[in-house]
């Protein structure tokens, strides 16, 4: 798309395409460099994957609501906003099926379900000292209780093979392989494939193991065993002093995610940047390759405009209004895959090759958040809350899977001022309770109140009736949180590898970072410094 000669030129220090939280995060650093950024964001809000709604009076997250605890850049950018980082409260569950003997056939049950018959799935408590599934000790009581003897056996031969199995240049980039050749099968199916499946909506099978784990493969190689790498990672976790030490490696904001993106709106704005929504890139110029520019200041020119949604709530936000032309020195692309790699289409110095890449598309995702008067839930028979194996890779069993959610959270049980400000609006024995839907290559799960009831009572116990469910809703994530994979991870790495002598512009976002707040928070600060450098910011 070529600009009009009277479209308005305004300039600024900095231009963000993109009002997630990659583009907020960095857009926050070049305020805290002291230039004045303008962040545009195409849909009507910012904080993308990170949102909040009012469910039975309480405010709460509807999408992300913690993160994994990674370095220093999410947890110190906390601290600079006055937040407080906070841990889960209770231990999550597994809910799994029976585990198979050598033979195949069904195993005995074990772990927090009780006397169940042989074809019963079960709840099992989350491993004491584990990292996404991976136990530093297989042999450990309750590890063993999940995957049996003969697995923790297997996991356990992990420490006498030598630091280079798995981990070499030729080995599979996948987690489910290195998990596998580290520690066998039995790991992966009852362990690491339903968190990951869980946490990250893909299969271990189709992930990046250096992007969901960073570094793990690399301190396996270097300490000896990936039971001595895990131990590590939470031994680090264990030292910190910010808030989010402890076992458990998720954390959050006290209050709510929501919170965090909300502050850091406030702190460019109260910086001298400005944060507009519904204002969509269209197009993106050197500015030596276009006119009507003024007096050619500004090393980018970039056309913006209006925007009104797309044919579905999925899909890029469509111009809607005459076009202005940004013109700035600096411009982080922190959008979608797919409105970045439109606009990286118009800089003559990229290759072709370095943009023609295709995006893994992520699992049709739904949440039901429902608030209930269920005084059954007040032992918290499931913790925090628990995650559900995947059934087309359970071990062989004879029944199929009870429940159609893949993952339930007790939300005012594993965030305690969900559950206070509920009794303070509606009393004792109210509580808040979200089941997510939606696997890879599945159907758009199909949700309402019957369905999400019916599976509280198989995963929890609890039966509500809808007379006592005080409020609801369900939100849809279609094909936000693609995989990435290891053939992604290697374009998206030749993409920045061309990006890199291109002077005053980055890429940022999860397509290209990796899954994960604390990943796509450290990836954008790191883009925002490189510009700031750069330009003498």
């Keep these: 798309m070529s600009p009009s000669p009277e479209a308005p030129v305004q300039r600024w220090d900095a231009l963000v395409v993109g009002g997630g939280i990659a583009g907020l995060t960095a857009a926050w650093d070049l305020v805290r460099a002291g230039l004045r950024p303008l962040l545009i964001e195409a849909r009507g809000y910012t904080g993308g994957l990170v949102a909040a709604g009012t469910i039975g009076g309480a405010q709460l997250d509807l999408g992300a609501e913690g993160f994994v605890v990674r370095g220093e850049a999410a947890t110190s950018m906390l601290a600079e906003l006055g937040l407080r980082t906070a841990a889960p409260h209770g231990r999550p569950r597994l809910f799994l099926p029976p585990p198979a003997t050598a033979d195949g056939e069904v195993g005995e049950p074990g772990g927090a379900g009780g006397s169940q018959g042989p074809s019963d799935w079960a709840l099992h408590r989350f491993p004491e000292d584990a990292y996404l599934g991976i136990p530093a000790n297989p042999l450990a009581p309750d590890v063993v209780a999940i995957i049996g003897e003969a697995a923790a056996r297997r996991a356990a031969r992990d420490a006498e093979l030598p630091g280079a199995v798995g981990t070499g240049p030729e080995d599979p980039a996948d987690l489910a392989s290195f998990v596998t050749a580290r520690m066998g099968a039995g790991v992966l199916e009852r362990l690491v494939r339903p968190i990951v499946a869980g946490i990250h909506s893909a299969d271990p099978a189709d992930l990046a193991a250096d992007v969901v784990v960073p570094g793990l ?25 910010d808030g989010a ?15 965090l993106t909300d502050a850091l709106r406030e702190a460019i704005e109260a910086g001298g940047g400005s944060v507009r929504t519904r204002v969509g890139a269209q197009w993106l110029r050197p500015a030596g390759c276009e006119r009507g520019d003024g007096d050619g200041a500004g090393t980018w020119r970039t056309g913006v405009a209006p925007t009104r949604r797309g044919p579905a709530p999925s899909d890029e936000p469509v111009a809607d209004g005459a076009e202005e032309v940004v013109v700035t020195d600096r411009v ?13 289409r118009g800089v003559p110095a990229l290759p072709a090759s370095a943009t023609d890449l295709s995006v893994p598309v992520g699992a049709p995702i739904a949440r039901f958040t429902l608030v209930a008067r269920a005084p059954g839930l007040n032992g918290e028979p499931v ?24 993952a339930l959270s007790h939300l005012s049980a594993k965030w305690p001022w969900i559950g206070a400000e509920l009794r303070a609006l509606h009393g004792p024995d109210v509580h808040a309770l979200r089941l997510s839907y939606g696997r890879p290559g599945r159907p758009r799960p199909e949700v309402d109140l019957s369905v999400a009831l019916a599976d509280v009572a198989v995963l929890t116990g609890v039966r509500i009736e809808p007379g006592d469910v005080v409020d609801h809703m369900l939100v849809r994530w279609d094909g936000t949180l693609p995989p990435v994979t290891p053939a992604h991870r290697e374009r998206t790495t030749h993409l920045e ?11 940022t976002g999860a397509w290209v970072a990796g899954t994960g707040i604390a990943t796509v928070v450290g990836h954008a600060r790191a883009a925002a410094a490189r510009l700031v450098s750069s330009h003498g910011g």
Aim: with cysteine.
């Design 497 to 507: 590898e061309q990006l890199a002598p291109v002077p005053g512009l980055e890429v």
């Design 245 to 259: 030490g402890g076992r458990s490696v998720d954390a959050a904001v006290e209050g709510g995610l929501f919170r």
């Design 383 to 406: 913790g925090s809350g628990l995650l559900v194996a995947p059934a087309e890779h359970a071990a062989s069993y004879e029944a199929p899977c009870p429940a159609r959610a893949k």
């Design 217 to 241: 493969r690399r301190a396996t190689a270097e300490l000896g065993s990936l039971g001595a790498a895990v131990t590590a990672v939470l031994e680090r976790r264990r030292d910190r002093r």
């Design 332 to 344: 982080i692309l922190a959008c979608s895959a797919g409105a970045a790699l439109r606009l990286l």
